[in-house]
């Protein structure tokens, strides 16, 4: 069975580009999670989806990052446009269903350089 | 706010020793804890978990002590083996049942052959 599928792996980009990362959950994975990991630290969440409803959205700097699950499945996350401060290693993860206790599964990452 | 802190970023093994990684929270309410493990240029991978009703957990050469009063858990790998070399992150999950995960900075061990 395929992992959580993510790409780019690596993106560089100018300050003040766009910049989309794909995600791909394992299949029938309800739960969609986005992670930011910034040097040294631990990931922190972004953002949880329910299906194809975002629910929970309040560490997401919404001035600048977007996310979109369409149909439930596959997950975009955008930044525009992008900062310095947003180089970092971005995680999407999914789990069968949102309890505590439950393993999360994670993809490679992507590692965004913004230069 | 740093909720859930592993105070030391490194660790150095000899093979075949036992390896203590530790870890303390603030918040009393969390529901469950959990290791993950991390190579370089992997994602994290789950690894053991603990439920704040228990005080132990053990899988193999892995066992996870939740001591509540002090609000500190430790992951014990007894032996240590080279290919344990790895970042270990532990994680909370908070109470609400959302399967979010607050993870801590990581401590990286080295497991000398």
């Known amino acids: 069975e395929a992992g959580v599928v993510q790409s780019p792996r690596y993106k560089i980009i100018e300050k003040k580009q766009p910049v989309a990362f794909w995600c791909n959950p394992i299949?029938?994975?309800?739960?969609l999670y986005w992670y930011r990991q910034n040097l040294g630290q631990g990931p922190e969440l972004l953002i949880r989806y329910e299906n194809e409803e975002a629910v929970d959205d309040s560490q997401l700097p919404k001035d600048r990052f977007s996310a979109e699950r369409l149909k439930g499945v596959d997950s975009t996350l955008k930044i525009q446009p992008a900062e310095l401060g947003d180089s970092a290693v971005y995680l999407c993860a999914s789990s069968l269903v949102a309890l505590s206790g439950t393993e999360a599964f994670f993809g490679q990452g992507t590692r965004l350089t913004v230069v | 706010d740093q909720q859930v802190k592993q105070n030391s970023p490194s660790l150095s093994v000899q093979e075949g020793r036992i390896s203590i990684l530790n870890c303390d929270y603030t918040n009393s309410m969390f529901d469950y804890f959990l290791w993950y493990k991390k190579y370089p240029a992997e994602g994290p991978t789950f690894l053991i978990s603990?439920?704040?009703?228990?005080d132990k957990n053990e899988d193999g050469r892995f066992t996870v002590f939740l001591n509540k009063s002090a609000k500190h858990l430790s992951l014990h790998i007894v032996p240590s083996q080279p290919g344990d070399s790895a970042v270990y992150f532990c994680a909370a999950n908070p109470p609400g049942n959302t399967g979010k995960l607050i993870f801590g900075q990581g401590t990286t061990l080295q497991v000398k052959p």
């Open positions: 603990i439920s704040s009703i228990k």
């Open positions: 299949s029938g994975h309800n739960t």
